[in-house]
């Protein structure tokens, strides 16, 4: 089994940051994938970045692209989101969620029924 839990949510100011944190436990061996999605009222889950663990490349939504960073520590089991020049339109529940070993297609890293464990989720709230 995996555990995550997610910290760092809060409110903000448009053109702000903030930066998210995922805490990995358990059995992280298994760990492949290390992505963050989120999910603003009335929408879809949507996957916002991803990283793959043991050779730390990246995939990010273009709706996020170079404003938001994703970062891992392997050594502390830790998963980052840095947000910078954040907007209103970012303003949804973040998760961080994480996928069991074996490849995915590139262009599958944002489905998230791909990935095995979740966490409850912070919040991040960006106002005008």
């Known amino acids: 089994q995996v555990q995550l839990a997610e910290s760092g949510g809060g409110s903000v100011q448009s053109g702000g940051s903030l930066r998210l944190s995922c805490a990995v436990s358990g059995s992280t061996y298994v760990v492949n994938y290390r992505a963050w999605f989120r999910q603003a009222p009335g929408k879809e889950r949507e996957g916002i970045a991803s990283?793959?663990?043991?050779?730390?490349?990246?995939y990010y939504a273009d709706s996020v692209k170079g404003r938001f960073t994703i970062s891992q520590d392997t050594v502390k089991g830790t998963v980052y989101l840095q947000m910078d020049r954040l907007k209103t339109e970012d303003t949804a529940m973040y998760y961080c969620?994480?996928?069991?070993?074996?490849?995915?297609?590139?262009?599958?890293?944002?489905?998230?029924?791909?990935?095995?464990?979740w966490g409850r989720g912070t919040q991040v709230t960006v106002s005008s």
């Open positions: 969620a994480v996928k069991r070993l074996g490849r995915m297609a590139s262009n599958n890293w944002n489905r998230a029924n791909l990935y095995h464990y």
């Open positions: 990283i793959i663990t043991d050779n730390s490349n990246t």
